[in-house]
């Protein structure tokens, strides 16, 4: 290339290209140097044969909660695995959509009611609180007596809800009265065979 | 696991010490052959120049000048013309790739500040999907990562090719054309992430259509290196070519492995993910930062590097243990313990190159400390040096299992990384942009104010943003370490 140097004054002013001095490298820094070394060889060679033939131990230590089959059931931990995802945690229901089970009649009727309805489910309309509300709520048999009662317990006594406590024989004795019955109940027939709230 | 497995990564640490070792004789018997009369030959005789800065206002510049002035001359005048050929050579490749590095730098800058944001306001912006902290954050790294960091590390480095090889750049517009297609993979890439097509890696997040486009890209960028490098009128390479030949060879060895689809699965995959991820840290962007580092300092201070033998061992070991450290990002994970184990050794080693460039860089510096208080260049590169020193030790403590089990997922690790990529690599990149820009537009700095404002609200930014979150992150992790209190005490 055959340019010629333009007048750039910031290249007039400039330093020399860099270069390095031969300056040895002084020993003190070869010690730290080495002693680095030395820590990795022990490390590695500590845990590599420390490791070598240990039985490995997997995730953390913290003390594993221990179940007891005799406890009773959580209706709290009942309600939030099976109930607060359309009823939700409030127990306010969706409007226009799950009905509320805070201040709902049905819940606080008299017991036959709310269990006849988890054992067997509702489907089709049904007014709760003056609302209308048209949908399907599953049947909930496959839970023990004891989750039913203490869910429904919970439920009657929670937001504001003041209701009888429901036992696990008043469950049991609950399947045995309709135990035939295959269909959710209706509205109606809820009103019919069981009574009206 | 096996006494045989044990033995063959033993064999790793082993030959990479004996490598050393090695450089150490070699250094001490001049097995090199490059006296210190070898390395003058360079030079024609009595070239020297006066300080510069073109950051600096002139009377600032007066005070840099006398400073140095007693000990040389006027600048010859065949290194001016060689330096005037090289600048107008590199002049549109490097502005190419510096203008499009400070696009993505804006845009880098803003997904990050709204990702920061949405950490204390977790409902702000969350209406669309493509607002969502976890679309916005990875698009923050790719694009700081790729797009700024990369491109203005490429930028600087097409500059120092022609300055270190004494020659004009040959085929600038190699460098271009791949400077186009980077920036359309990166485009694509961003937009991907936005869409919701992340592949689903740190680092790696680009779908790999996109990561083909960066692939020849960077390959188009590199020609223009070995062109350069054949047509080369200098004998020795100086310390900073080094870092970008190899910097150019190990990044598309790095990004195609780690891109490849569907190559690893599983336990394998996050093994390539952090093996990838930190060298592209250590491999990529370290050399590209010691490159400018190792230039720019001795440039502006007028005198020459103090030991070429802690170059070659800063280089050397860098490239020896580096490759290895990545998978200390998964102690404790499901991952084979030698293989955690080999990764923390050679994060410890990794101080070892680290303490011969600060010493290199201290040594060169000593008794020229003044100086940063009048050019902004200089205090840009030096404090990114020695960020690069602190955050490379702080790296390598966070390695050992003891301090990893506290800092592992807290914001210490946050903050420790952009100590690195912002501490040392964009302070380094700040600098040396100041210093580029004049010889290639022939202009002077109009606003001196201006640069200082821009030293200090990066410097005080950055002291914000590393120190909170460098205790916060400690406390946060001693708060999940603890069982007695709650997950939500750790993050509140």
């Known amino acids: 290339m055959s340019h010629e140097p333009r007048d750039n004054p910031a290249q007039h002013r400039e330093q020399r290209e860099p270069e390095e001095l031969h300056t040895p490298i002084g020993w003190p820094l070869l010690v730290v140097f080495l002693g680095i070394i030395a820590?990795?060889?022990?490390?590695?060679?500590?845990?590599?044969?420390?490791?070598?033939?240990?039985?490995?131990?997997?995730?953390?230590?913290?003390?594993?909660?221990?179940?007891?089959?005799?406890?009773?059931?959580?209706?709290?931990?009942?309600?939030?695995?099976?109930?607060?995802?359309?009823?939700?945690?409030?127990?306010?229901?969706?409007?226009?959509?799950?009905?509320?089970?805070?201040?709902?009649?049905?819940?606080?009727?008299?017991?036959?009611?709310?269990?006849?309805?988890?054992?067997h489910g509702m489907s089709g309309p049904i007014t709760v609180k003056g609302s209308l509300y048209a949908g399907v709520m599953p049947a909930f048999a496959q839970l023990e007596d004891a989750e039913i009662a203490a869910v429904l317990t919970h439920v009657r006594k929670s937001w504001g809800n003041a209701a009888a406590e429901i036992t696990a024989d008043d469950i049991a004795s609950g399947r045995k009265a309709f135990a035939d019955k295959s269909t959710p109940w209706s509205e109606a027939e809820l009103k019919d065979k069981v009574g009206a709230p | 696991m096996s006494l045989s497995i044990a033995f063959l990564l033993a064999m790793t640490f082993l030959i990479s010490v004996g490598g050393l070792a090695l450089l150490v004789w070699a250094l001490a018997n001049d097995q090199f052959g490059m006296g210190q009369q070898a390395a003058e030959t360079i030079f024609a005789p009595g070239e020297v120049g006066e300080v510069e800065d073109p950051a600096t206002p002139s009377a600032a510049?007066?005070?840099?000048?006398?400073?140095?002035?007693?000990?040389?001359?006027?600048?010859?005048?065949?290194?001016?013309?060689?330096?005037?050929?090289?600048?107008?050579?590199?002049?549109?490749?490097?502005l190419f790739w510096l203008s499009s590095s400070m696009v993505w730098l804006l845009l880098g800058s803003v997904f990050g500040v709204i990702a920061s944001i949405k950490l204390h306001l977790?409902?702000?912006?969350?209406?669309?999907?493509?607002?969502?902290?976890?679309?916005?954050?990875?698009?923050?790294?790719?694009?700081?990562?790729?797009?700024?960091?990369?491109?203005?590390?490429?930028?600087?480095?097409?500059?120092?090719?022609?300055?270190?090889?004494?020659?004009?750049?040959?085929?600038?517009?190699?460098?271009?054309?791949?400077?186009?297609?980077?920036?359309?993979?990166?485009?694509?890439?961003?937009?991907?992430?936005?869409?919701?097509?992340?592949d689903g890696l740190e680092w790696l997040e680009f779908p790999w259509q996109t990561d083909?486009?960066?692939?020849?890209?960077?390959?188009?960028?590199?020609?223009?290196?070995?062109?350069?490098?054949?047509?080369?009128?200098?004998?020795?390479?100086?310390?900073?070519?080094w870092y970008l030949i190899a910097a150019l060879v190990w990044f598309p060895m790095l990004f195609v492995t780690a891109n490849i689809p569907n190559l690893f699965?599983?336990?394998?995959?996050?093994?390539?993910?952090?093996?990838?991820?930190?060298?592209?840290?250590?491999?990529?962007?370290?050399?590209?930062?010691?490159?400018?580092a190792y230039y720019f300092i001795p440039k502006i201070i007028g005198k020459p590097i103090r030991s070429y033998g802690l170059s070659l061992i800063g280089f050397w070991a860098l490239a020896l243990f580096y490759s290895q450290v990545g998978l200390h990002h998964l102690i404790g994970g499901p991952v084979p313990t030698w293989a955690v184990t080999i990764s923390i050794v050679h994060s410890v080693m990794m101080v070892i190159p680290v303490i011969a460039v600060a010493v290199n860089h201290?040594?060169?510096?000593?008794?020229?400390?003044?100086?940063?208080?009048?050019?902004?260049?200089?205090?840009?590169?030096?404090?990114?040096?020695?960020?690069?020193?602190?955050?490379?030790?702080?790296?390598?403590?966070?390695?050992?299992?003891?301090?990893?089990?506290?800092?592992?997922?807290?914001?210490?690790?946050?903050?420790?990384?952009?100590?690195?990529?912002?501490?040392?690599?964009?302070?380094?990149?700040?600098?040396?942009?100041?210093?580029?820009?004049?010889?290639?537009?022939?202009?002077?700095?109009?606003?001196?104010?201006a640069i200082s404002l821009h030293f200090w609200l990066v410097f005080?930014?950055?002291?914000?943003?590393?120190?909170?979150?460098?205790?916060?992150?400690?406390?946060?992790?001693?708060?999940?370490?603890d069982p007695a209190r709650s997950f939500m005490e750790s993050v509140s």
Not at chain 2, 124 to 134: I, K, S
Not at chain 2, 266 to 283: E, R, S, T
Request: glycine letters at 10%; charged letters at 10%; aromatic letters at 12%.
């Open chain 2, 362 to 449: 201290h040594m060169t510096m000593l008794g020229s400390f003044r100086l940063m208080l009048y050019s902004p260049t200089l205090r840009f590169v030096v404090l990114g040096a020695m960020m690069y020193t602190f955050a490379s030790v702080q790296g390598s403590m966070e390695a050992l299992r003891s301090v990893n089990t506290i800092t592992h997922f807290t914001h210490y690790t946050v903050a420790h990384a952009h100590m690195g990529l912002y501490g040392f690599l964009s302070f380094v990149l700040f600098g040396s942009v100041y210093f580029i820009l004049p010889r290639l537009l022939d202009w002077e700095w109009p606003h001196a104010w």
């Open chain 2, 122 to 198: 977790p409902d702000w912006l969350v209406q669309e999907a493509v607002l969502t902290f976890g679309r916005i954050r990875p698009a923050h790294l790719n694009v700081v990562a790729y797009g700024w960091a990369s491109m203005a590390g490429v930028g600087v480095g097409l500059w120092l090719i022609p300055r270190l090889f004494k020659t004009a750049l040959v085929g600038g517009h190699y460098a271009i054309a791949g400077g186009l297609i980077w920036n359309a993979g990166l485009i694509f890439g961003t937009a991907a992430i936005l869409a919701g097509l992340s």
């Open chain 2, 460 to 481: 005080v930014g950055w002291g914000i943003y590393f120190w909170p979150l460098t205790l916060g992150g400690w406390l946060q992790g001693l708060a999940m370490l």
């Open chain 2, 265 to 292: 699965v599983g336990v394998d995959q996050a093994m390539l993910n952090w093996w990838f991820a930190h060298n592209v840290l250590g491999l990529w962007m370290t050399p590209l930062g010691l490159a400018a």
């Open chain 2, 61 to 94: 510049r007066a005070v840099m000048q006398n400073a140095r002035k007693a000990a040389h001359q006027a600048s010859d005048s065949e290194e001016l013309f060689e330096r005037t050929i090289a600048d107008q050579s590199s002049r549109m490749p490097v």
């Open chain 1, 39 to 119: 820590w990795g060889a022990f490390y590695y060679f500590h845990d590599l044969l420390s490791a070598t033939g240990a039985t490995s131990e997997a995730g953390d230590r913290r003390s594993v909660v221990v179940v007891d089959p005799t406890a009773k059931a959580d209706g709290a931990a009942v309600y939030a695995g099976n109930c607060a995802a359309c009823h939700q945690a409030t127990g306010m229901g969706l409007p226009g959509a799950f009905p509320p089970l805070a201040g709902s009649e049905w819940v606080l009727a008299s017991k036959d009611i709310p269990i006849q309805i988890l054992l």
């Open chain 2, 212 to 241: 083909i486009a960066l692939v020849i890209g960077g390959a188009l960028a590199a020609v223009p290196l070995i062109l350069t490098l054949i047509k080369k009128r200098v004998g020795h390479l100086y310390v900073s070519a």
